[in-house]
């Protein structure tokens, strides 16, 4: 006799994304699935499930609702997610005043230490300056206190002057901003990454923020994350609400090349781990970001709005030398990681490109470049060519309309060149989705994916949710168990609230009505 279901999923429209269906048609959908132990036993039609109910199994009625598997956020960062969270959130805010009275709220909430807000964009300022924030505007929020804005990509950072004077000494003349000798409060690339050691949370904290990230992550319908950690304690926190049964989601942890000495030498390896909580890759940089005009470029930034002509010098900076690239991925290699890079800028991608393809086996090794925001038609040959796996963020496609950001910095030649999707997988490359937490929302990203400005950008509604399920899985070695919903897999699935394949234009306003991991409810709205 066969065994009865612990949960059976019924009345709903379940896309399995399983086989090789056209990935431009709504592919056709199940009615009913059926768990046992957390993992998937029998898909199929209502009928047929219904003969695994039990005395004991628990129903759940979707209401005709869509069930797809679970979202994988391939490139995040859960902490950071926390910040926005529990700090002054500073995203979507319409211009530089309003970025100041969130501070000025976060700052009379708390009595002492760091007031930190993160997430301003100043590219999508309207009928504002569109520049950084800067020391003299925070001074407005407190001069007794350091006052630090994070930019939304984290590679820039605006400080007070007490915050300014707390570093003195500490941050590299090369990355600090001067107007007329002076520093502006305005710190790219390694002093940022100072800025943020020094505001690192300790062990209490980091719980907190991981904590609220994560269940910020399921209410997205996230089920697993491929966290980049970097002088964090979270791989901590993550094992330890694991063992207490309070971890949500699965976590793939991508230690930072400051980790690598450490990560080889207790012995752990790509892949090792329990259910819940798995060692990923080595992380590395190679460049910054186009938002703070710190992307290498063989060609030079747009002049800003001060300038008259493109200064040739104004191409970026290397984070990590080509040199210092080189080493890290052999070594990582070597010790059998999985090496991923980031790389935004063209000069930099061919960088990446070319450590990554000088592997024994990069294909193999599912070896990734993260970001590829200016890949060159050759660099897409040769992704496809070598099996490096692209790790890209649709949701970057918010700055790519007229006027945006990509606009202001690379001119629309480029701008029509980022993130091209469909090219991408046309030539065959594997193509994992994440959000980099810009925000962690893959509703968002699937949206933007398939109303990209281009054809070369854009995605169909299939394509897209596949690159957030089947693509993440594959890019973390998973796709035995996850990205699917078929016999075999585990039951990690999201319940819709509406069908984005009936309104593509409208994806961005669905809602999350409950997460599953391992067939127990995570979130339910």
Known sequence: MTEAADLVVTNARIYTLAGDDDGEAEPDPEEALAVRDGEVVRVGDTYEIEFLEGVETETIDCEGRVVLPGFIDAHTHVENTGRYLVHADLSGADGSEDCLERLAEREAETES????????????????????????????????????????????????SVALAELEGDLPESDVRREDGEPTGVVVEDAAEIVRSRISPDYEETRELVTAGLDHAVAKGVTAVHDMVRHSRSPQVYRDLEAAGELPARVRINYWTDHA???????????????????????????????????????????????????????????????????????????????????????????????????????????????????????????????????????????????????????????????????????????????????????????????????????????????????????????????????????DLVVLAESPWAQPERIDEIDVSMTLVDGEVAFER
Request: hydrophobic share 35%.
């Open 261 to 491: 000495d450490s990560v080889i030498e207790v012995g752990l390896t790509t892949n090792a781990g329990s259910e819940r909580v798995r060692t990923g890759a080595i992380k590395t940089y190679t460049d910054g970001s186009i938002g703070a005009r710190t992307a290498k470029l063989f060609e030079p930034y747009e002049p800003d709005e001060n300038e008259a002509e493109p200064d040739p010098e104004d191409d970026g900076e290397w984070v990590i030398t080509p040199d210092e690239l080189e080493e890290i991925v052999e070594q990582a290699d070597d010790a059998g990681f999985q090496a991923t890079a980031h790389a935004i800028g063209d000069e930099a991608i061919e960088e990446a490109l070319s450590a990554l393809e000088a592997t024994d086996d990069p294909a193999g090794s599912r070896h990734r470049i993260e970001h590829l925001e200016l890949a060159t038609d050759e660099h897409l040959e040769r992704l496809a060519d070598a099996g490096i796996v692209a790790s890209m963020q649709p949701n970057f496609h918010q700055w790519a309309r007229d006027g945006g950001l990509y606009d202001q910095r690379l001119g629309r030649e480029r701008r029509n060149r980022t993130n091209r999707l469909r090219e991408v997988l046309e030539r065959g490359i594997d193509l994992a989705f994440g959000s980099d937490c810009m925000p962690l929302d893959p509703l968002l990203g699937i949206h933007y994916a398939v109303n990209a400005p281009t054809e070369a950008q854009r995605l169909s509604v299939t394509e897209a949710i596949r690159a957030y399920t089947r693509g993440g899985a594959y890019a973390g070695f998973d796709e035995d168990r996850l990205g699917t919903l078929e016999v075999g897999t585990r039951a």
């Open 113 to 160: 230490g760091w007031v930190q807000g993160f997430g301003y964009d100043e590219s999508e300022w309207d009928g504002d300056n569109r520049s950084y924030l800067t020391r003299d505007q925070l001074d407005r929020v407190s001069e007794e206190r350091p006052v630090v804005a994070l930019r939304v990509d984290m590679h820039a950072a605006s400080l007070n």
